[in-house]
């Protein structure tokens, strides 16, 4: 009898459970439906959400978008062009993990609203490799264990890429100073800046520039900083 109790209750706090699932899997959905241009204000009226057509060419390719002037870079790039290699890790300019190169700079995507990109360059790092030729830095991140968890990586690679770009041979110090913007939580630092090393030793360290140009490796301030002037 209290074994039945015992399963009757189980059963019931179940379905509780299942019903709270349901209700928070629905959330998401419920949320992105609601970020259409047409936004619902306290007490049933609805408010149109700016929105501004803009063209960004991404890893060479021009993209002609209407985003909501709220989206940033990284929702752009991510949930419209499909582009998840760039990650989103605190989401408030603290990380690095979102970075990527606009006009071949550094800059945190998370903290750039998509309209202050708008008729500029974008490169990720869907645009490192050319088909099967990985860029020299990715195979260097390869050969010396760069990536751990690798969460941090694709953020890593492009701060690293804006250094190279602008200066091939860098000194171990300059490459600590322009990657200190990309936090690691595996810590595997040391790697990275090994990997960069060896990456500016070979022939093609600057490498093909598709997407990057006028080029500058901020580092952390500098991103920041970036992030807040819109990365001009
Ligand atoms: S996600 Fe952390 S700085 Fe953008
Ligand atoms: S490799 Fe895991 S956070 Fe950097």
């Known amino acids: 009898m209290s074994k039945r109790k015992h399963d009757i209750s189980r059963r019931q706090f179940l379905e509780g459970s299942g019903a709270v699932l349901v209700a928070a899997t629905a959330g998401p959905k419920l949320s992105a439906q609601l970020s259409s241009s047409i936004q619902p204000e306290t007490g ?15 890893n060479g390719t021009e ?15 991510r ?9 989103i890790g605190c989401n408030r300019g603290e990380c690095g993990a979102c970075t990527v ?28 490799a050319h088909g099967d030729q990985l860029d020299p ?51 595997n630092y040391n790697r990275y800046v090994e990997a960069v090393l060896a990456a ?11 997407g990057a140009g006028r080029s500058t490796a901020p580092g952390r301030r500098g991103a920041k900083a970036s992030a807040r002037a819109g990365g001009a």
């Open 44 to 58: 049933g009226a609805t408010r149109e959400v700016p929105s501004t057509a803009i063209r960004l060419v991404v």
């Open 63 to 77: 993209h002609r978008l209407e985003v909501e002037d709220r989206w940033t870079l990284a929702e752009v790039l």
């Open 79 to 87: 949930d419209h062009l499909g582009l998840t290699g760039t990650k």
């Open 101 to 128: 190169l606009l006009d071949g700079k550094p800059v945190y995507s998370c903290s750039n609203l998509a309209v202050w990109a708008d008729g500029r360059e974008v490169r990720t790092v869907e645009g490192l």
């Open 137 to 187: 830095l990715q195979r260097a991140f390869v050969e010396h264990d760069g990536p751990q968890c690798g969460f941090c990586t694709s953020g890593q690679l492009m701060s690293a890429r804006g250094l190279l770009t602008r200066n091939p041979h860098p000194t171990a110090r300059e490459v600590r100073a322009a990657m200190t913007g990309n936090i690691c939580r595996c810590s």
């Open 200 to 210: 500016s030793s070979t022939r093609d360290a600057k490498t093909s520039d598709r």
